[in-house]
């Protein structure tokens, strides 16, 4: 995103504020079209929007080229006065670009929908980034299956439902409500993210992968597709599609002496994985985990009454 790469001359920046001084835009909507019209903005040359802290009233729809940032998000105090859009967010990229186009906003709380959608009539791919932003509504982005759209977050706050479609989608140190990825997505969340519900809709190829983080609700992926929860914690996992977790843990009460199954909601991609068997409860005896598969395994034990915590490692 140029504006952390390469900064911005003064005569490319537009200034926007509640109390306007000359030259000064009243509104973020105004700045952004003074841009496109007088400064021709292009992937070399962007322009920035520097937004005073307030609340804004108004709908915003985003440019290519052009980047929307607060100025609180450069001031480093938590004292500032927050920079709000009360009102909707949304990206459109113009038909025929031939290079590839972005835009962005820093540092913004907005109170509507977040909107991106991408056209079949773009030849290249585009990229919309987010970052130090809290949205409290529902945030969809749309990308091409024919290219490789990219949305990036980092500290981003969400606090409706995201849906993301066809999108090579990254999201780091951010914290989200239900999250849903479709299309021939391709998702990765790093950087100890925090979401609740995650699907992977059916009839698409989508596959996403969280490094470290939290997943607080269930982790859904249907037939198609793959999620990779490496390093992170997920509460609850379901879908007929690959979930593939560092661990699987859970506790056994033995119904008989003997062999009792433990079946994985939702199994491993094989049975390439190592059971630990600890007693939490009962007369001191040893069990032993057995059958493994790719869909659970088997603990031998010696008395109804023990009970056993267990943990499944993969390699």
Request: with cysteine; hydrophobic share 45%.
């Amino acid at each position: 995103m140029p504006l952390f790469e390469q900064g911005f001359p003064p005569e490319r920046v537009v200034v926007v504020s509640k109390a306007p001084r000359a030259g000064q835009f009243l509104t973020i909507q105004a700045a952004i079209d003074f841009a496109v019209a007088t400064l021709s903005p292009t992937a070399t040359n962007p322009v920035l929007v520097l937004v005073a802290p307030g609340t804004y009233v108004e709908n915003v729809l985003m440019n290519t080229d052009v980047y929307v940032a607060s100025m609180a998000a450069f001031i480093g105090t938590s004292s500032v006065t927050p920079t709000i859009l009360s009102g909707t967010l949304g990206w459109i990229p113009p038909a025929g670009a031939a290079v590839a186009i972005q835009t962005g906003i820093v540092g913004f709380r907005v109170t509507g929908a977040v909107t991106l959608t991408m056209t079949t009539s773009i030849s290249t791919f585009a990229t919309f980034a987010a970052i130090l932003c809290r949205f409290n509504s529902t945030l969809t982005a749309t990308g091409r299956t024919s290219a490789t759209d990219i949305f990036s977050a980092y500290l981003m706050d969400v606090g409706g439902a995201g849906t993301y479609n066809s999108y090579l989608a990254t999201f780091r140190c951010c914290f989200m409500g239900a999250l849903t990825f479709g299309g021939n997505t391709n998702a990765t969340l790093s950087g100890a993210c925090l979401t609740t519900n995650v699907t992977m809709t059916a009839a698409s190829t989508a596959v996403a992968t969280m490094n470290s983080g939290r997943a607080t609700g269930t982790v859904t992926a249907n037939a198609g597709t793959t999620f990779n929860g490496l390093g992170a914690k997920i509460n609850a996992v379901a879908g007929a599609g690959g979930v593939n977790r560092d661990y699987i843990r859970g506790l056994l009460n033995p119904s008989v002496v003997g062999a009792n199954a433990i079946v994985f909601g939702t199994p491993f991609m094989d049975a390439n994985y190592r059971v630990c068997v600890t007693q939490r409860a009962g007369v001191a005896a040893v069990a032993m985990a057995n059958g493994e598969a790719a869909g659970g395994f088997n603990i031998a034990c010696l008395g109804v009454g023990d009970q056993y915590d267990w943990i499944a490692i993969h390699d």
